[in-house]
C-alpha cells in the first residue's frame, strides 16, 4: 500500500451535484493546476459527482456539523487513485464549464 494521493482541497457539497471548494491547500495540487476557491467540481475523469452516491443517500438531510455523503465519496474516488497520476476535474467556474487535468501528489504524512 503506497501513499494516498491527495488534491489539497477543502470541500462542500453541492445539492448532490457537486463539489464546492472552499479552500486550497499550501502547495496543493489543486492550486497548481488553476483549480479556485469558488470552483464546484462536477466530474471527476468524466464520472459525475451526482453518479457516486444512490439517490437515497444525496437525498438524507444532514446535521450542518457532518461531513456529506457525497464529499466522503469524492475523496474516497480521488484515494483510488496514486500520487503522481494525472485526473480530469470538470468544474463550473460561474457560467463556463471548464476541464482541468491535476496531478495528483502525495498526501503529506
Do not use: C, W
Not at 494521493?5 to 488553476?34: C, W
Not at 503522481?84 to 491535476?102: A, D, K, M, N, Y
Amino acid at each position: 500500500m503506497g501513499a494516498a494521493a491527495y488534491l489539497g482541497i477543502r470541500a462542500a457539497a453541492v445539492d448532490n451535484t457537486g463539489i464546492r471548494v472552499v479552500a486550497l491547500l499550501p502547495n496543493s495540487p489543486a492550486g497548481a493546476a488553476q483549480v479556485q476557491v469558488g470552483d464546484i467540481i462536477t466530474a471527476v475523469n468524466g464520472q459525475t459527482i451526482a453518479s457516486l452516491l444512490p439517490a437515497s443517500a444525496a437525498t438524507a438531510t444532514l446535521n450542518p456539523n457532518e461531513v456529506s455523503p457525497i464529499v466522503t465519496a469524492f475523496f474516497q474516488l480521488i484515494a483510488q487513485h496514486r500520487p503522481g497520476e494525472t485526473i480530469q476535474l470538470t468544474i463550473q467556474r460561474g457560467s463556463q464549464t471548464l476541464t482541468f487535468p491535476v496531478k495528483l501528489g502525495a498526501l503529506p504524512a
